[in-house]
């Protein structure tokens, strides 16, 4: 709620739409990346993850694993997908911007995760569950973002930066989790024998948004015809599964707060990407250190988010002061 006020300050508005947190508030900086700059700005941002990490990265960078650019009839978006026995394959669409940059380091911590855990289980337990895919691959971005944040000078394009990532955190972690509570509420009317009407899925969507946004407070307007917006989203058409993505960068934010503070924290968490499947996720993560049925991992990850948004604010009022925003 303190960065949706934020961003009606910075739009200027009198009441913050909920159609306005899909608007972009800061004018995109235009650098762009070679694909070897992209590659040296996520060798240098995994840097504290230690040196079999970085090795790892740059042998599958300099051995082919990765299909960077666009070509006819390639298929859109970007995936990484690892092959027992041989390696990870990592397909790209990379444009130079920056936000093909991001994905790049997302896609290579799918592909050192699959890489880890095929070289050190047998095949049965290499594969790792949809509850853990996430974790590795958010991890670099958290990374990427501090590495840029310490490394850049311009306050524009670092209010960019984070704004970017707040974004992701306000769709991925927030918006997936009322989802959650959403379908929690649909599984529990079910068995209750009780049907799902048009009508009780739309006001039960409706009332969930306004409480999650803060309707009722101020903070942000939900109109009436939110309440259809349920029936467009294909997760619900499909297994329970949205939390996941909430718990995966949860997870990924936990833990990188935890390799950041020591080398244990790092051991912990290449020993988690080598485990595979060979436990349970709950199992695997507690190992970890992060212990996903406390309020704790949550709590770490709020504080980097806290951490985010005072410095937008304070880049915010330097901007304004210099009249650039």
Same mark, same amino acid.
């Given at each position: 709620?303190?960065?949706?006020?934020?961003?009606?300050?910075?739009?200027?508005?009198?009441?913050?739409?909920?159609?306005?947190?899909?608007?972009?508030?800061?004018?995109?900086?235009?650098?762009?990346?070679?694909?070897?700059?992209?590659?040296?700005?996520?060798?240098?941002?995994?840097?504290?993850?230690?040196?079999?990490?970085?090795?790892?990265?740059?042998?599958?960078?300099?051995?082919?694993?990765?299909?960077?650019?666009?070509?006819?009839?390639?298929?859109?978006?970007?995936?990484?997908?690892?092959?027992?026995?041989?390696?990870?394959?990592?397909?790209?669409?990379?444009?130079?911007?920056?936000?093909?940059?991001?994905?790049?380091?997302?896609?290579?911590?799918?592909?050192?995760?699959?890489?880890?855990?095929?070289?050190?289980?047998?095949?049965?337990?290499?594969?790792?569950?949809?509850?853990?895919?996430?974790?590795?691959?958010?991890?670099?971005?958290?990374? =990427? %973002? #501090?590495?840029?944040?310490?490394?850049?000078?311009?306050? !524009?394009? @670092?209010?960019?930066?984070? /704004?970017?990532?707040?974004?992701?955190?306000?769709?991925?972690?927030?918006?997936?989790?009322?989802?959650?509570?959403?379908?929690?509420?649909?599984?529990?009317?079910?068995?209750?024998?009780?049907?799902?009407?048009?009508?009780?899925?739309?006001?039960?969507?409706?009332?969930?948004?306004?409480?999650?946004?803060?309707?009722?407070?101020?903070?942000?307007?939900?109109?009436?015809?939110?309440?259809?917006?349920?029936?467009?989203?294909?997760?619900?058409?499909?297994?329970?599964?949205?939390?996941?993505?909430?718990?995966?960068?949860?997870?990924?934010?936990?833990?990188?707060?935890?390799?950041?503070?020591?080398?244990?924290?790092?051991?912990?968490?290449?020993? =988690? %990407? #080598?485990?595979?499947?060979?436990?349970?996720?709950?199992? !695997?993560? @507690?190992?970890?250190?992060? /212990?996903?049925?406390?309020?704790?991992?949550?709590?770490?990850?709020?504080?980097?988010?806290?951490?985010?948004?005072?410095?937008?604010?304070?880049?915010?009022?330097?901007?304004?002061?210099?009249?650039?925003?």
């Amino acid at each position: 709620h303190r960065y949706l006020k934020l961003r009606r300050r910075m739009m200027d508005l009198d009441t913050l739409g909920y159609e306005d947190l899909y608007a972009p508030i800061v004018r995109a900086v235009d650098l762009r990346y070679t694909p070897e700059e992209a590659s040296e700005l996520v060798l240098a941002a995994v840097a504290p993850l230690g040196e079999e990490y970085v090795a790892t990265l740059r042998h599958g960078l300099d051995s082919g694993w990765t299909d960077w650019m666009p070509t006819t009839g390639k298929q859109s978006g970007a995936y990484s997908s690892g092959v027992y026995g041989v390696h990870p394959y990592v397909k790209m669409n990379y444009d130079g911007k920056y936000d093909a940059v991001s994905t790049l380091a997302h896609e290579l911590g799918h592909a050192v995760h699959s890489n880890f855990a095929n070289g050190t289980q047998p095949f049965a337990n290499a594969g790792y569950p949809l509850f853990l895919a996430e974790i590795a691959s958010t991890f670099n971005e958290t990374l =990427l %973002l #501090k590495h840029m944040l310490n490394r850049e000078k311009d306050d !524009l394009f @670092k209010l960019w930066l984070i /704004d970017q990532y707040l974004v992701q955190v306000r769709s991925t972690v927030f918006r997936q989790t009322m989802f959650a509570e959403y379908e929690l509420a649909m599984h529990r009317r079910v068995e209750e024998d009780k049907t799902l009407t048009p009508d009780w899925l739309s006001s039960t969507f409706l009332d969930l948004t306004r409480v999650y946004y803060g309707h009722g407070e101020g903070v942000a307007r939900v109109d009436d015809y939110i309440q259809n917006e349920w029936s467009a989203i294909p997760h619900f058409y499909r297994n329970y599964y949205v939390y996941k993505y909430s718990t995966g960068m949860i997870a990924s934010m936990a833990l990188v707060e935890q390799a950041l503070e020591s080398k244990d924290g790092v051991e912990r968490y290449i020993a =988690l %990407l #080598k485990a595979g499947g060979s436990d349970s996720p709950l199992e !695997l993560l @507690k190992r970890a250190g992060v /212990d996903m049925t406390t309020s704790g991992p949550t709590e770490a990850a709020m504080r980097t988010v806290e951490g985010l948004v005072a410095e937008m604010e304070r880049i915010v009022e330097r901007l304004r002061a210099q009249k650039r925003l």
